[in-house]
């Protein structure tokens, strides 16, 4: 934790740097350093992290991951797990908390009124034709936190700015990221970030937003429901 205090004001400053000269400098240079910033947060916590299907992240070409949402460990949770860099769309009232600020600037990431409609049409816009030219996003389709742990509703119109841009879209399932900071074990705790199988725009052309936001939100939940089980087996057996 003490090397983490040492090195904050350093990284924090580098970080304001490109959040202030962004669009200068090497994206893929920034989203290795941004993940360097991630892995030392997680290591002074005392957080371990495991990621699964890594590989379903396209090589080439735009996407947009859509993970379910705990808590504001989600996001390192997923940048440290994708391997190509990626923008995020967040909601407008964390624009002004620090760290996220400089976090979302040095990106190129949008944030969204949801009482604005004009400038939430114009955000799925921008980002719609970022992720058509090839970039990657994040977007969080509960649109706020769970507080219990359990899947909210997937909101259709997240959906909007992947199937206008006709592109893959990678479900993500996250456990452990509620109770991460909270947990009084002195063992370290695990997050565990699984990329599912992408969706690709042949398999949900025909499918409207809302059915689409349905077969994201039911893939999660097997693999979080699968994950459970293979918990409780390993339980078990340490039990006996």
Same mark, same amino acid.
């Given at each position: 934790?003490?090397?983490?205090?040492?090195?904050?004001?350093?990284?924090?400053?580098?970080?304001?740097?490109?959040?202030?000269?962004?669009?200068?400098?090497?994206?893929?240079?920034?989203?290795?350093?941004?993940?360097?910033?991630?892995?030392?947060?997680?290591?002074?916590?005392?957080?371990?992290?495991?990621?699964?299907?890594?590989?379903?992240?396209?090589?080439?070409?735009?996407?947009?991951?859509?993970?379910?949402?705990?808590?504001?460990?989600?996001?390192?949770?997923?940048?440290?797990?994708?391997?190509?860099?990626?923008?995020?769309?967040?909601?407008?009232?964390?624009?002004?908390?620090?760290?996220?600020?400089?976090?979302?600037?040095?990106?190129?990431?949008?944030?969204?009124?949801?009482?604005?409609?004009?400038?939430?049409?114009?955000?799925?816009?921008?980002?719609?034709?970022?992720?058509?030219?090839?970039?990657?996003?994040?977007?969080?389709?509960?649109?706020?936190?769970?507080?219990?742990?359990?899947?909210?509703?997937?909101?259709?119109?997240?959906?909007?700015?992947?199937?206008?841009?006709?592109?893959?879209?990678?479900?993500?399932?996250?456990?452990?990221?509620?109770? %991460?900071?909270? *947990?009084?074990? #002195? @063992?370290?705790?695990? +997050?565990?970030?699984?990329? &599912? =199988?992408?969706?690709?725009?042949?398999?949900?052309?025909?499918?409207?937003?809302?059915?689409?936001?349905?077969?994201?939100?039911?893939?999660?939940? %097997?693999?979080? *429901?699968?994950? #459970? @089980?293979?918990?409780? +087996?390993?339980?078990?057996? &340490? =039990?006996?």
């Amino acid at each position: 934790m003490m090397r983490m205090l040492s090195k904050g004001p350093r990284m924090y400053g580098r970080l304001s740097r490109y959040a202030s000269e962004y669009g200068k400098h090497d994206e893929a240079d920034v989203y290795r350093f941004i993940q360097d910033c991630f892995t030392a947060f997680m290591e002074a916590s005392g957080i371990d992290f495991e990621v699964a299907g890594a590989d379903n992240i396209p090589l080439k070409g735009g996407f947009v991951l859509y993970p379910n949402h705990q808590s504001f460990l989600d996001i390192p949770a997923v940048v440290l797990g994708c391997p190509r860099p990626i923008a995020a769309v967040m909601k407008k009232e964390l624009a002004s908390m620090p760290v996220v600020k400089q976090l979302a600037a040095a990106t190129g990431s949008h944030c969204l009124d949801r009482e604005d409609d004009k400038q939430a049409i114009k955000v799925i816009r921008d980002v719609s034709a970022e992720v058509k030219a090839g970039r990657g996003y994040l977007v969080f389709p509960e649109g706020t936190r769970s507080r219990t742990g359990e899947l909210l509703n997937f909101k259709a119109g997240s959906f909007k700015c992947v199937t206008r841009a006709k592109r893959p879209i990678v479900p993500v399932a996250i456990e452990g990221t509620r109770d %991460a900071l909270s *947990s009084s074990s #002195s @063992s370290p705790w695990c +997050i565990r970030t699984h990329f &599912l =199988e992408p969706i690709a725009f042949e398999h949900y052309e025909p499918m409207s937003s809302r059915e689409i936001a349905g077969e994201v939100k039911s893939r999660i939940a %097997a693999q979080r *429901s699968k994950a #459970s @089980s293979c918990s409780r +087996i390993t339980e078990d057996a &340490l =039990e006996r």
